[in-house]
């Protein structure tokens, strides 16, 4: 079945190949394997095989065998890497961004996007976000911390970010109006302990 294009970059063949991308040009300097590059986006080892095959042949992307591993970078040198990395920053970057400058908000808490993003990001059409909406739920979580790690994304991302600090019972409070809103809608767990607890309280 052939997948549809993505609401949050829809001149793009796929979400696969969008978030392919995004993760590889967005770290250009990193080298990885087809393996680790399908597990760490979830995607099918097959689908990774034949997304990155066109892609290499289009010279965005670089590979190389090392033993029985075949290694894949960004291509620098190609005249659509500035563009093209630009592109994928301003669409599907949060994903990326957020998880870096959040790091350390995560040791602590978990750290989710909500909101438009959440939703294009999910599949649902519409026009593109004009703010990233970012959750953080944890009981020892420094606020001056949370709205410095924002002020680093909005600089890298060039949008508006609104982070909100939720203690876990409020999180968990069906009755706050807040945590309901959010758990109706998208959500895209920044962190590996974000997912954990999205599970949880699904």
Not at 115 to 129: K, N, T, V
Not at 132 to 151: F, N, T
Not at 153 to 176: A, F, G, H, K, Q
Request: some cysteine.
């Amino acid at each position: 079945m052939r997948s549809e294009p993505p609401p949050l970059l829809p001149i793009m063949r796929s979400h696969h190949q969008a978030r392919l991308l995004a993760d590889l040009l967005l770290h250009p300097e990193e080298e990885t394997t087809l393996t680790d590059l399908a597990r760490r986006l979830d995607m099918a080892v097959s689908t990774t095989h034949l997304e990155v095959g066109r892609l290499v042949d289009a010279g965005i992307l670089l590979e190389r065998q090392v033993g029985r591993s075949r290694l894949v970078r960004a291509n620098r040198a190609s005249r659509l890497f500035p563009a093209l990395s630009q592109l994928l920053l301003l669409t599907y970057g949060p994903a990326v961004v957020v998880g870096e400058e959040f790091a350390d908000v995560a040791r602590k808490a978990e750290v989710f996007i909500y909101g438009s993003w959440a939703a294009r990001y999910a599949g649902e059409i519409g026009i593109a976000p004009n703010d990233i909406d970012i959750l953080v739920v944890g009981d020892r979580v420094s606020r001056l911390e949370v709205d410095a790690a924002a002020q680093r994304c909005e600089d890298r991302l060039r949008i508006p970010v609104n982070p909100v600090v939720m203690s876990r019972t409020r999180w968990r409070d069906d009755t706050d109006p807040l945590a309901a809103q959010i758990h109706t809608g998208a959500i895209y767990p920044a962190t590996d302990r974000a997912s954990a607890t999205a599970r949880d309280s699904a």
